[in-house]
């Protein structure tokens, strides 16, 4: 038998000593850099600022996006992309207009994301006297720390006063959807109050101006203001504003009259758009633009209501027809060109309760029990595999036009007349899969039915206002 000398086992031995010390320090160095990732590494840094609160914890401001089309990606703890085999958590987000996003955390001071239930709400303040709050309200979602790794979701908000227990999440972020902004000396602050309503963090935001900022300034129109549209004059006397119910922008109400010919008219409605220099657009019921913008646009759209002076070719009276009988649904075909406009009518129904379908729908309509004096056309929709079922509160009689409103600058309305001429009350109208409901309420003696087709052109006028002051916001009565 050969021996192997001594010294060649020694040799061997100190190669494995000398590796096993390697792999030793690799995983030293390896420890310690995990460590050092799991317990600072993951505080947030970036350009955005955090503030402490009173128990502790970090209160971070995680990004501010702009736009449409909104992301936010937050790198994970190292032992959690191992465990997930995912280097971050990513969320998108859509809003239908150009809208300012603020995305918040809070974090302890080994980075770990806590909840943020005890949140009540946040506002901007520009530098105006009057704050901007969220279009949207916030919306935490939590990511939770499990081994399975599993999903997300969304959690709601409590008013409880005291923070609620410091929770180690993976992930745990809130949004708000802000009007775009223009803050004075570019300078803006996010607002954070508690469930007691106490303010208690203030953090100051990088400001990211809109995709097209203009550069040029409105200034509003001295009141009273006219403005013409063929034979319409529109005269703006007064705005008055008005507190929201939610105290999320104001009620706009435009004090408006009008000439008809050069004769004052009383037959003359508006619907009304406002818009600011940043690109923000609301409605009068709930104006949330930039009070910090030196004016407003106002964008009138104008119609008579049916009681008004029409021209020949805005109407068409159509043959008198019986009244459809109680539980009763009259297929239709017809269509009429009124003021170039097509209108078909494609139904009537009697007296509810009613069950049907239509030619050419894939819908099922039911109406509401008939009751006297019960007026409310409320509709609910359920659709399910590309199958509709639509129900309506009212158990009214009704006439059913297919939705031919494509033409943006139109407007249809129908009246209803008896036996004898009597304008039958309307009450209300609602679309649903490309049809309208008429619904009318005749008399007991009504025994058959006119219908007059008024097809107008809008009129429309734009005029400058200036954003409220915090004193010139009312209460509503």
Not at 60 to 85: N, S
Not at 125 to 140: A, E, L, W
Request: net charge neutral; with cysteine; charged share 20%.
């Amino acid at each position: 038998m050969t021996s192997i000398p001594t010294e060649q086992i020694s040799s061997k031995r100190e190669e494995r000593w000398f590796a096993a010390r390697l792999l030793f320090l690799f995983v030293a160095v390896v420890a310690g850099l995990f460590g050092l990732i799991s317990l600072r590494g993951n505080i947030t840094s970036s350009k955005y600022p955090r503030v402490k609160l009173p128990d502790g914890s970090w209160l971070v401001a995680r990004q501010v996006t702009v736009g449409k089309v909104h992301a936010i990606e937050i790198p994970y703890p190292l032992d959690v992309q191992f465990r997930r085999w995912q280097p971050s958590y990513k969320q998108p987000h859509m809003t239908s207009e150009d809208r300012t996003v603020v995305w918040l955390m809070r974090e302890n001071d080994r980075g770990e994301k806590l909840d943020l239930d005890w949140l009540k709400r946040v506002e901007i303040d520009v530098g105006d006297p009057r704050p901007f709050t969220p279009h949207q309200y916030h919306r935490q979602n939590i990511q939770s720390n499990s081994g399975s790794g599993s999903g997300t979701g969304s959690s709601g908000f409590s008013d409880a006063k005291p923070f609620a227990a410091a929770t180690p999440m993976e992930i745990a972020l809130i949004h708000f959807d802000f009007p775009l902004l223009r803050p004075r000396d570019t300078k803006m602050v996010v607002k954070v109050f508690d469930g007691s309503d106490t303010l208690i963090a203030e953090l100051p935001l990088p400001y990211i101006p809109p995709p097209s900022l203009s550069t040029v300034q409105w200034e509003p129109d001295p009141l009273p203001a006219s403005r013409m549209d063929v034979n319409l004059t529109v005269t703006l006397n007064s705005v008055d504003f008005f507190a929201t119910s939610e105290n999320n922008g104001v009620y706009v109400s435009p004090r408006l009259t009008y000439e008809h010919d050069g004769m004052t008219s009383t037959t003359w409605g508006s619907s009304e758009i406002f818009h600011d220099l940043l690109g923000n657009q609301s409605y009068a019921w709930n104006c949330d633009l930039s009070p910090a913008e030196s004016a407003w646009k106002m964008t009138l759209r104008m119609s008579q209501h049916t009681n008004g002076r029409f021209l020949p070719e805005e109407t068409k009276k159509l043959p008198s027809r019986p009244l459809t009988p109680a539980r009763q649904l009259d297929a239709v075909s017809e269509t009429y060109k009124v003021n170039g406009h097509s209108v078909s009518i494609v139904g009537m129904g009697g007296q509810g309760p009613l069950d049907f379908t239509l030619r050419n729908s894939n819908a099922r309509f039911k109406t509401g029990e008939y009751q006297p004096q019960q007026y409310g056309t409320g509709m609910s929709s359920r659709c399910s595999n590309n199958q509709c079922d639509v129900e309506f509160s009212s158990g009214l009689p009704f006439l059913i036009t297919s939705d031919s409103l494509g033409q943006q600058d139109s407007y249809v309305t129908i009246v209803f007349r008896d036996q004898d001429g009597e304008i039958l009350p309307q009450r209300g109208s609602s679309g649903t899969q490309g049809l309208l409901f008429w619904f009318f309420d005749p008399k007991p003696t009504s025994t058959s039915v006119e219908i007059e087709i008024i097809v107008q052109k809008y009129r429309h006028a734009e005029f400058l206002i200036a954003p409220p002051k915090p004193d010139e916001i009312k209460k509503r009565q």
